[in-house]
T-cell receptor, first 115, second 114 residues
Framework: ETGVTQSPTHLIKTRGQQVTLRCSSQSGHNTVSWYQQALGQGPQFIFQ???????GRGNFPPRFSGLQFPNYSSELNVNALELDDSALYLC??????????????FGSGTRLTVV | AQSVTQPDIHITVSEGASLELRCNYSYGATPYLFWYVQSPGQGLQLLLK??????LVQGIKGFEAEFKRSQSSFNLRKPSVHWSDAAEYFCAVGARGGGNKLTFGTGTQLKVEL
């Protein structure tokens, strides 16, 4: 069984640019959540996608957006990058959207640096 | 709103010593509770989870945690720490009945002295 894979592993962007991060969910999982982990902090929930629809959102501005595809993979898009967007972005997949009772399988993350 | 507090930012223990990492949560009902471990440059690995039933939960790598409703706590324990346990540990709470997010604490960095 393959785990959650994220790409790229690292990238550097300039303030004001746009970025797309990608995530392939674990086999058998249909729900994808995205988290932002700033340095020295715990992960913070950005949003979740289930059946290609946004299914819950944390306290992040609209310039954070996402997509989920029919194969359950997902993208996180961030527009108008700010320096504070520098963080590790984690993708997590799970079997369904009814609750976190199964726990989530996390990918290794994408380290985004905004300069 | 749910929240998690991990009071210890850093903990250092000697290899072979016992370990307890503290976690306190705030939630209006019985939550889902999790402990994750993160090694440098890596994602989060699930150690154990609590949903209901027996309040003492066994996890991977010899870890266990005890849910204490009266203290709103879910402390992680290991009887004998190995050098490979050095990592950052996160406690997380999830809401029941909808609300699909996990809320994480700020983490405890564990250092193991040989």
């Amino acid at each position: 069984e393959t785990g959650v894979t994220q790409s790229p592993t690292h990238l550097i962007k300039t303030r004001g640019q746009q970025v797309t991060l990608r995530c392939s969910s674990q086999s058998g999982h249909n729900t994808v959540s995205w988290y932002q982990q700033a340095l020295g902090q715990g992960p913070q929930f950005i949003f979740q996608y289930y059946r290609e629809e946004e299914n819950g959102r944390g306290n992040f501005p609209p310039r954070f957006s996402g997509l989920q595809f029919p194969n359950y993979s997902s993208e996180l898009n961030v527009n108008a990058l700010e320096l504070d967007d520098s963080a590790l972005y984690l993708c997590a997949s799970s079997r369904d959207s009814t609750g976190p009772q199964d726990g989530y399988t996390f990918g290794s993350g994408t380290r985004l640096t905004v300069v | 709103a749910q929240s998690v507090t991990q009071p210890d930012i850093h903990i250092t223990v000697s290899e072979g010593a016992s370990l307890e990492l503290r976690c306190n949560y705030s939630y209006g009902a019985t939550p889902y509770l999790f402990w994750y471990v993160q090694s440098p440059g890596q994602g989060l690995q699930l150690l154990l989870k609590y949903f209901s039933g027996d309040t003492l939960v066994q996890g991977i790598k010899g870890f266990e945690a005890e849910f204490k409703r009266s203290q709103s706590s879910f402390n992680l324990r290991k009887p004998s720490v190995h050098w490979s346990d050095a990592a950052e540990y996160f406690c997380a709470v999830g809401a029941r009945g909808g609300g699909n997010k996990l809320t994480f604490g700020t983490g405890t960095q564990l250092k193991v002295e040989l």
